[in-house]
């Protein structure tokens, strides 16, 4: 494997959304692949998690249900998870907490397993998890809906609405921009987004400008972020050309992370402005950048500053 194909699946292993990098290889589920696989989803708080040695290792999980948003109803759910795989990493639960768990069909008389595996637990504050139901319960709401043109145009708006939160927010923009781009590819011959799908084209006026001003409200490049930029990827607009520069400045080179937010912000400049020609700076992070960032020298560090100051020049002097 080459420098610069290490270095595309090593941006790619960082940045499969707002996942820890335990969960690759699992590709990214959004809400609606879970709901539409899963057989039951419920808002639950932790009761008890103990190993069971009948079950080969596995960890059971009791569940107290606090509200139910798809499957039979249910006062608790009992979960068997394995703690111990980590490629692909399964679910994992403490005691106390709180969440949305999405469960996988099952066959009568065995334990619930998670869809999706560590896609299949949404933890976070209280407000956080307020912001998946909503999201649910409007998913599944929409899909009543008898008239096919209506049932549409509410899909639509919910796509945005839940784009618009920062909880959801790549849950609803993965749905309008192109699958398989720089930030989650392995390939390299496959690394260049071809501009949002379909879907983007029935949005109204009203709802893309909703969607552009999520995303220049934003301060960090993160999997909502990066896929709404995709969205206006085609789109000339030099308000997000000046955000994907100052998403440059604010990262810190000397890290993993911050190469990667580099390198990935160079790459999409590249594309949305070819006037730039950046070819030859952003060579030059691809070859320097190392996947260790303790072997990270001043000669790099200087490289991503000078890439970063040509960049800057050009807006500067009116571009």
């Known amino acids: 494997m ?17 996942a820890p990098a335990s969960r690759y290889p699992i590709p990214p589920q959004p809400l609606t692949q879970l709901l539409a696989e899963a057989a039951v989803a419920a808002r639950v708080s932790v009761l008890d998690v103990r190993f069971d040695p009948r079950t080969d290792g596995y960890q059971v999980t009791t569940l107290s249900v606090q509200r139910m948003l798809l499957g039979a109803a249910a006062e608790s759910l009992v979960v068997m998870t394995h703690p111990n795989i980590i490629c692909p990493m399964d679910a994992t639960f403490r005691e106390g907490e ?15 397993q998670v869809q999706g595996l560590s896609w299949g637990f949404k933890r976070g504050s209280t407000e956080a998890i307020d912001a998946w139901q ?15 043109a209506k049932r549409r145009a509410l ?27 720089e930030w989650t590819s392995f390939d390299d011959e496959a ?51 000046r955000w994907l520069l100052a998403r440059m400045r604010g990262a810190a080179a000397g890290s993993w992370e ?18 730039l020609a950046l070819a030859s700076p952003a ?37």
Request: glycine share 8%; net charge negative.
């Open 2 to 18: 080459g420098p610069t194909r290490t270095l595309t699946a090593a941006v790619a292993f960082f940045l499969l959304g707002t």
């Open 98 to 112: 709180e969440g949305i768990v999405f469960l996988a069909p099952k066959a009568e008389r065995e334990l619930h």
């Open 134 to 148: 909503r999201a649910i319960e409007g998913r599944l709401a929409l899909t009543k809906e008898p008239d096919a």
């Open 155 to 181: 899909e639509l708006e919910w796509i945005v609405a839940t784009a618009e939160c920062a909880t959801t927010c790549w849950d609803g923009a993965v749905l309008l921009c192109p699958e398989g781009d």
């Open 191 to 241: 690394a260049d987004p071809v501009g949002p799908k379909p879907a983007f084209a029935e949005l109204s006026v009203e709802q893309r400008t909703r969607l552009r001003t999520v995303l220049l409200a934003s301060t960090t490049l993160d999997a909502g972020s990066r896929a709404l930029e995709g969205c206006f990827a085609t789109t000339p607009d030099s308000a997000i050309d």
């Open 258 to 275: 911050g190469g990667a937010t580099i390198l990935g912000a160079l790459r999409r400049l590249e594309r949305r402005r070819p006037d």
């Open 283 to 319: 060579a030059v992070i691809r070859e320097k950048l190392d996947l260790d960032p303790k072997k990270r020298d001043a000669e790099m560090l200087e490289a991503v500053a000078a890439a970063i100051a040509a960049v800057s020049a050009f807006f500067d002097h009116g571009g």
